[in-house]
């Protein structure tokens, strides 16, 4: 009984619910010869079912894949220029420059 | 000593009722807040001006005068507040900001949502971007049509310049 307004006023202080946003993120690193992607959002949801194309410079799309379970991916880099680009949906797209790509 | 009345185990409800009031400090940056997020303050805490995107027009703003907000791994995310004005509240479909230009309308950032009279939308500080860096809005209409323009982060958000030259230097 005596511990039921401490309860309680723990539970007030830290049982109020923030603001949720699903902003996106998509990290990508070189590994051996490949590109490995992981996505997601900041909410903690997976990128599973969101796609991950590798476009030109031109803006020719060289490569579209799909983040499955894991929320990886990975691909061989193009010879040419291009760039990554996540795209979630509208709002929900990331570009990944190469040069970031490390 | 002052003896309380109750006995040894008095001091325990004086601590709790001690620990009801301190929720009252938080109160006046509470409601702040809340009076900001819902406008009854105005668009933000900072207008940055009118912004002319082609045959539209908007009023932009910084919702607070902070930094941008770690969002997890999405990073460091700034708040931006839009309200359309004239004739782009009919014909504009979808506002989009970002730092640094967009290569195609498909990654022009994050999307404005709310009411045309005040959208927000968090925008993604990238790893690259730099005093210098640029923020773009993207304004697609219901015909199909696209209009850009861009304005120096440095008068979007200098607080957010400063917070990148603060990480640069770490």
Redesign the interface.
């Known amino acids: 009984m ?1 511990r039921a ?2 309860v309680g ?1 723990v539970a ?2 830290t049982g109020t619910t923030p ?1 949720l ?1 699903d ?3 998509c ?1 990508c690193r070189k590994q051996a010869d490949a590109i490995v992607c992981r996505a ?5 949801e997976t990128a599973e079912g969101a796609a991950l194309e590798v ?1 030109a410079d031109d ?1 020719t799309t060289l490569s579209r894949m799909r983040f499955g379970a894991d929320s990886t991916l990975s691909f061989k880099p193009p010879t040419g220029g291009y ?1 990554v ?1 996540f ?1 979630a949906g ?6 990944i ?1 190469p ?2 790509i490390r | 000593m002052i003896a309380l009345p109750g006995g040894r ?1 008095r001091w ?1 409800f004086h601590v ?1 009722a001690l ?2 009031l ?2 009252i400090g938080f109160a006046p940056g509470y409601f702040q807040r809340l009076d900001l ?1 819902g406008g009854a303050v105005g668009l933000g805490e900072r207008e940055i001006g009118v912004l002319r995107l082609g045959r539209w027009k908007a009023r932009l703003a910084e919702l607070d005068l902070g930094p941008p907000v770690i ?5 460091p ?1 700034k708040t931006f507040t839009l309200a359309l004005e004239g004739a782009a509240i009919d014909e504009v479909r ?1 506002a ?1 900001a970002k730092i640094g230009e ?3 309308i ?6 404005f ?1 709310g009411a045309p009279y005040r959208q927000m ?2 925008v ?1 500080a ?3 971007a730099t005093g210098d860096s640029e923020l773009w809005l993207t304004f697609e209409g219901w015909d199909g049509s696209i209009e850009q323009t861009s304005l120096p982060l440095a008068d979007a958000s200098p607080s957010t310049v400063a917070w990148l030259a603060g990480r640069r230097r770490r």
Not at chain 1, 90 to 95: I, R, V
Not at chain 2, 71 to 75: I, L, Q, V
């Open positions: 005596t307004p401490i006023l007030a202080l603001a946003a902003y996106p993120f990290l997601g959002f900041s909410d903690g476009v803006g760039y680009l795209d509208p709002g929900l797209s990331l570009e420059d040069r970031d | 185990r325990r709790c620990m009801l301190v929720p997020e969002e997890g791994a999405a990073g995310i979808a989009y967009p290569r195609s498909r990654s022009a950032g994050a999307l949502a939308a968090g993604a990238p790893e690259t």
